[in-house]
């Protein structure tokens, strides 16, 4: 499928940890950087974090020291490491697969639009 499939979403108290995995075609895989974008109700679009092929990440801000990106290969599968959770981490969870300097940009904060393949969404929620 073009499209990737998310899994490991749910709810969490303030602290915790969840991993989220996202899967996808070799060929979408193997020609795309990854990366994880949320969306709270009523907030704009966030970066999260990219991965590119040899595996160097690159995060949003707001996450850096607490999530950690990673990709296996063999599986066509990436994770999100979430740790010390905080409520305002809730929201929808995204795994895309995009062209590299688009997708690394938007993960850093540039808005440009629509891009890429994106999976369904994972929901995340953090309660205190």
């Known amino acids: 499928q073009v499209h990737p499939v998310e899994s490991g979403g749910g709810s969490v108290q303030s602290g915790g940890s969840l991993q989220l995995s996202c899967t996808v075609d070799?060929?979408?895989?193997?020609?795309?950087?990854m990366g994880w974008f949320r969306q709270a109700p009523g907030n704009e679009r966030e970066g999260v974090a990219g991965i590119n092929s040899d595996g160097t990440t690159t995060y949003g801000d707001s996450v850096k020291g607490r999530f950690t990106m990673s990709r296996d290969n063999g599986k066509r599968t990436v994770y999100l490491q979430m740790n010390a959770l905080k409520p305002e981490d809730s929201a929808t969870y995204y795994c895309?697969?995009?062209?590299?300097?688009?997708?690394?940009?938007?993960?850093?904060?540039?808005?440009?639009?629509?891009?890429?393949?994106w999976g369904q969404g994972t929901q995340v929620t953090v309660f205190s």
């Open positions: 070799e060929d979408t895989y193997e020609r795309h950087c």
């Open positions: 895309v697969a995009g062209t590299c300097g688009v997708l690394l940009a938007a993960v850093r904060g540039l808005n440009l639009g629509s891009f890429g393949y």
